[in-house]
Structures are given as structure tokens and as C-alpha cells.
């Protein structure tokens, strides 16, 4: 008596929760894919974080073409001095020096005289031993990389996007299917406990279908709390509260066959990765720190002008002066221009092997990848095959067991396999469309076209 009120009790919070998640799933605003796309970029963090790299690599370019131009100081100043050396200067530069001024006791012992002075400074960089140059060309590339690092992770948020939002319309399938089936099943159970009770069903059958009803019933419990699991990680991509509830509006559609030659996605991926064009930018800059700290050997070539206003008070008359010149400078002896340049080449060949590492995890991803979805493309016709035939099986076995010629026990086992090919059926078009999704970001075409043409295909 009291394993039977346990189960009443069971099944009625069962079909209450299940009446409280379709009320508020009939409250529940539609998310379309390419919404849900939109919404996971534009809070993706990690792309934030590479806009910042972009934002760093543009400023360090601007900074890399100022050598360019000339470098212009304002000064202003004022001392006061009984320096024999500084007051004579001081009076020269304000034009204030008299004849009187050359008397000797006056040269040697001179009264402290003040000075206020204001001034301009300006220095051009004619040759700098290829260092501008050389910062440009690696700022440059380094702002290429960084953009290339952006694509890609654009491209890791849509493989995400899509991945969470094909796991989550299969979960709405599977949740279909396994309701479908734990419902006619426990209709066809009621019926035969009232038969047991006369004595027409035999007691086994029907507690062996009481057994299999249960694990529909578990089947069904581990669906709903994945299916909670995965609204929480649509919103946590989105931004959005975990608890928020969504009713996605798109269904999958069954993948068609399309050979994927791993051959010819590999060479594709090494031409149109991004990650790739990113190591080929940083490598060029890498390239040009080294050419210019090679060539720090060479001369230096600058101009350089001065004009200054000397007086002795504010509101007396001064004198203005200027400067102008070319300077030359050559480095005789830099101890630690070999170091840099072994730094440079040992940064260099360190990038290079990362990109012969990096060439090779893609091959060997692209050629699992297409073994995967190959073994995908296969199963899902024989699985397709055995769903449709268990399902046949199904409604052979109802009339079957309306005559008595077949327990209750058989009919639910018939459903059970309908419930397992049907849902491996479902996993299987899900697994084809999430490994062509990973096959287009692994080859670096998961582009706005790319995406666009796929959620096409797969009816997102």
C-alpha cells in the first residue's frame, strides 16, 4: 500500500512540474539563433579583451610613426648667480653687457645678477639608423595580428553559440520523444493493472512494465535537468540571468551527405585561419625587431634649433638668440646590441616552431574531425532506418496486445527501442551538424557568410 501511494505520489509531482514548465514556456520570449548569436558576441569577454589588444596595437602604431616627425619643447626658466662665468653670460644673452663690465674687480667678483629666460626647442630626426622604420613595419604587423586574433575569436563565440543552441534544440527533441513515449505508456499501464486485477494480465508482465515505465520516468527526469542546465548556459552566454527561460523557435533538419576531403580542408585552413595569418603577422614583426637591432650599428642624423629670450626682470628689454645645427652620432661601442639582436633571432625561431606546432594540431583536429563526421554521416542512415522500423514495431505490437497475443511487457519494450534508436537518431543529426560547425572554424571559414549559409542548412 504504501510503494503504491509513493508512486501515485511521484507521478503527480511529475505531471505538476510538468504543467508549471509548459506555463512558463507559454510565457517564455522566442530566441532565434541569429539573436542568440548577436547576443553572444556582443557580451563574449573574451573578444572585449581582444578589442583592447587592438585598441594597444593602434596607439603602439601611432607611437611608431612619431619618430617621424620632429620633437618641439617649450622652456622657461630663472636663476639667480654671482658665478663670474654665469653672469657674464647672462648679461652677453640679455644684451645688457657694458664696457664698464670688463673691469676686472667686476669680472672676478661680480654682483649676483638674475636671469629669466624663455625658450624653444626643436630636433628632427633625419636618419635614425633604420629605428623608426623598423618600429613602424613591427607595430604594423603586430596590429594585423591582433586584428587576425579578433576574427578568431569571433569565430570561437559562433562555434559555441552554435554548439550550445544545436545541444538545446536536441534536448527539445529528446524531451518530445520521451514524453511522448512515457505517456502512452503509462496510459497503456493503467489499462493492464486493471486487467491484472481480473486476473486477465499475468502479474511478471506487468511489474516488469511497471520497471520499464520507471526508467522512462528516470530517462525522462535526466532530460528535464540537462535541459534546466543548458537554459542556464544559453543565458551565461548571453548575459543574461541563468534563470531566464527561453522558447527556441528553430528546429534541425536532417543533414544531407557532403564528402569533406581532409586533404584539401587542410590546406584551406593553413591559407584562411586566422590564428595562422596572426603568427605570420607577429612573425614579420619579429622579423623587423631584428633588423633593426642589427642595424643600430649604423649612424644617426639629426637637426636641431634653439631660440631663446634672456632678460634681467619681467617688463625689461632682452635678448634673443638662436641656434640651428646638424648633429651626427656613431655608436663605437654598444655592449649590449649582441644580446638584443640573440634575443630577437631566439624570439624569432621560437614563433616559427609554434607555427609548425600549431600547423600540425590543425591537421591532426581536421583529419579526426572528418573521420567524426564521416562516422556520423554513416550511422545516421542505418540509425534512421531503425527508428522508423521500431516505430512500425510500435504500432504492430498495440493491436497485437489488444488481441492478448502480446503482455504489456512486450509493448513497452517495443517502445523502449523506439525511444533509444529514435533518440540516437537525433544525436547523430545533432553530431553532423555540430562536426560540419567544427570543421568550418577548424579551416577558418566560420565567417559572417560561412555562418549564415550553415544556420541556412542546418534550419537554425
Not at 664696457?99 to 672676478?108: A, G, I, P
Not at 580542408?265 to 622579423?287: E, G, Y
Not at 631566439?346 to 607555427?355: C, F, G, I, S, V
Request: glycine share 6%.
Amino acid at each position: 500500500m504504501t510503494f503504491k501511494f509513493l508512486l501515485f505520489l511521484v507521478v503527480s509531482c511529475l505531471l505538476s512540474s510538468t504543467a508549471l514548465a509548459s506555463d512558463e514556456m507559454t510565457g517564455a520570449a522566442e530566441l532565434t539563433f541569429e539573436v542568440f548569436s548577436r547576443k553572444v558576441l556582443d557580451y563574449y569577454p573574451r573578444l572585449k579583451a581582444v578589442h583592447s589588444d587592438i585598441d594597444v596595437a593602434l596607439a603602439r602604431k601611432i607611437q611608431a610613426q612619431s619618430g617621424f616627425w620632429p620633437s618641439l619643447d617649450v622652456s622657461a626658466g630663472y636663476q639667480i648667480s654671482n658665478d663670474p662665468v654665469n653672469v657674464f653670460g647672462m648679461l652677453l644673452r640679455q644684451e645688457r653687457f657694458t664696457s664698464s663690465d670688463f673691469d676686472l674687480k667686476r669680472l672676478n667678483t661680480p654682483d649676483r645678477h638674475q636671469d629669466l629666460s624663455a625658450g624653444v626647442h626643436a630636433q628632427w630626426p633625419l636618419f635614425d639608423a633604420m629605428q623608426t622604420i623598423g618600429r613602424v613595419r613591427s607595430a604594423r604587423e603586430n596590429l594585423k595580428a591582433s586584428q587576425s586574433d579578433e576574427a578568431f575569436t569571433i569565430m570561437e563565440a559562433r562555434l559555441i553559440a552554435q554548439d550550445a543552441y544545436l545541444n538545446a534544440l536536441t534536448l527539445d527533441k529528446l524531451l518530445f520523444i520521451i514524453e511522448e513515449v512515457q505517456k502512452n505508456s503509462a496510459d497503456d499501464l493503467k489499462i493492464a493493472k486493471d486487467l491484472k486485477d481480473k486476473g486477465m494480465v499475468l502479474g511478471a508482465d506487468y511489474y516488469a512494465s511497471r520497471v520499464l515505465l520507471g526508467d522512462f520516468i528516470r530517462m525522462k527526469n535526466e532530460l528535464s535537468r540537462q535541459k534546466v542546465a543548458m537554459t542556464a548556459l544559453l543565458n551565461i552566454l548571453m548575459g543574461e540571468s541563468p534563470e531566464k527561460v527561453w522558447l527556441l523557435t528553430s528546429t534541425i533538419k536532417e543533414a544531407g551527405s557532403m564528402h569533406q576531403d581532409s586533404r584539401e580542408l587542410i590546406k584551406t585552413a593553413l591559407v584562411d585561419r586566422p590564428d595562422i595569418s596572426s603568427m605570420r603577422s607577429r612573425l614579420q614583426a619579429f622579423d623587423s625587431d631584428l633588423s633593426r637591432e642589427q642595424s643600430a650599428i649604423f649612424p644617426r642624423l639629426s637637426a636641431f634649433a634653439d631660440a631663446v629670450n634672456g632678460r634681467n626682470k619681467v617688463g625689461a628689454s632682452g635678448g634673443n638668440n638662436y641656434t640651428v645645427g646638424v648633429k651626427a652620432e656613431l655608436p663605437l661601442f654598444d655592449p649590449s646590441r649582441d644580446g638584443r639582436v640573440k634575443e630577437a633571432k631566439a624570439r624569432k625561431a621560437r614563433l616559427e616552431h609554434d607555427m609548425e606546432s600549431l600547423k600540425d594540431t590543425i591537421s591532426r583536429d581536421i583529419v579526426e574531425e572528418t573521420a567524426r563526421y564521416d562516422t556520423f554521416l554513416d550511422n545516421t542512415a542505418v540509425l534512421k532506418g531503425m527508428a522508423d522500423d521500431a516505430k512500425v514495431a510500435v504500432s504492430f505490437v498495440v493491436p497485437l496486445y489488444s488481441e492478448g497475443r502480446k503482455s504489456i511487457a512486450d509493448l513497452l519494450e517495443a517502445r523502449r527501442t523506439y525511444l533509444q534508436s529514435a533518440q540516437a537518431y537525433q544525436k547523430a543529426v545533432m553530431g553532423i551538424w555540430l562536426s560540419e560547425a567544427r570543421l568550418l572554424f577548424l579551416t577558418g571559414q566560420l565567417n559572417t557568410d560561412g555562418m549564415k549559409q550553415f544556420a541556412e542548412g542546418a534550419g537554425l
